[in-house]
T-cell receptor, first 115, second 112 residues
């Protein structure tokens, strides 16, 4: 149990376009989902916390208007990178927490390349 | 400032050569400590959660321990398939919500 599906696994987009990444909890309900960004040989950096039915909470330094997060249901959160630029190229990973707590399960990640 | 430091950054072992990875932390309001394994190009895979000093958990060749200031991940008789980056994360409560703060990881390579 506790499977998180993230899609797409890889995406290449042109500079100035927007990209949407989906994160789904397949076999449990997630009150909270988290979005991370990981640069090569670096740790996972939390970008934002999304709660079902309310606005996301962004970490300091993360642009809310660039990284749009929507958590429309207890099983789905989306991250949209708007007006992407090459410096947005990175590995984006989502995580979901069970309603009953304690289980932080990660998706398989999305490699975004902006050209 | 809450910090999580992992050492060493990289570790090379021969198959069967046991060793330990370290995760030290300076945080306020620790709710738990997590160990994950991450393979290249993949998301972290859950290994263990530890909640209190003195707690130990085991899974196959891995054993995680926790003190008030650090955690160790012991690897006994490793195999090449244990090669991966091992991440440590602490669960904190900030502003009424929970969040995981990660260390930079230890890249383990086990040679046959």
């Amino acid at each position: 149990g506790a499977v998180v599906s993230q899609h797409p696994s890889r995406v290449i987009c042109k500079s100035g376009t927007s990209v949407k990444i989906e994160c789904r909890s397949l076999d449990f309900q997630a009150t909270t989902m988290f979005w991370y960004r990981q640069f090569p040989k670096q740790s996972l950096m939390l970008m934002a916390t999304s709660n079902e039915g309310s606005k996301a909470t962004y970490e300091q330094g993360v642009e809310k208007d660039k990284f749009l997060i929507n958590h429309a249901s207890l099983t789905l959160s989306t991250l949209t990178v708007t007006s992407a630029h090459p410096e947005d190229s990175s590995f984006y990973i989502c995580s979901a927490n069970r309603v009953l707590g304690g289980m932080y399960t990660f998706g398989s990640g999305t490699r975004l390349t902006v050209v | 400032e809450d910090q999580v430091t992992q050492s060493p950054e990289a570790l090379r072992l021969q198959e069967g050569e046991s060793s330990s990875l370290n995760c030290s932390y300076t945080v306020s309001g620790l709710r738990g400590l997590f160990w994950y394994r991450q393979d290249p190009g993949k998301g972290p895979e859950f290994l263990f959660t530890l909640y209190s000093a003195g707690e130990e958990k085991e899974k196959e060749r891995l054993k995680a321990t926790l003190t008030k200031k650090e955690s160790f991940l012991h690897i006994t008789a490793p195999k090449p398939e244990d090669s991966a980056t091992y991440l440590c994360a602490v669960l904190l409560t900030q502003g009424g919500s929970e969040k995981l703060v990660f260390g930079k990881g230890t890249k383990l390579t086990v040679n046959p």
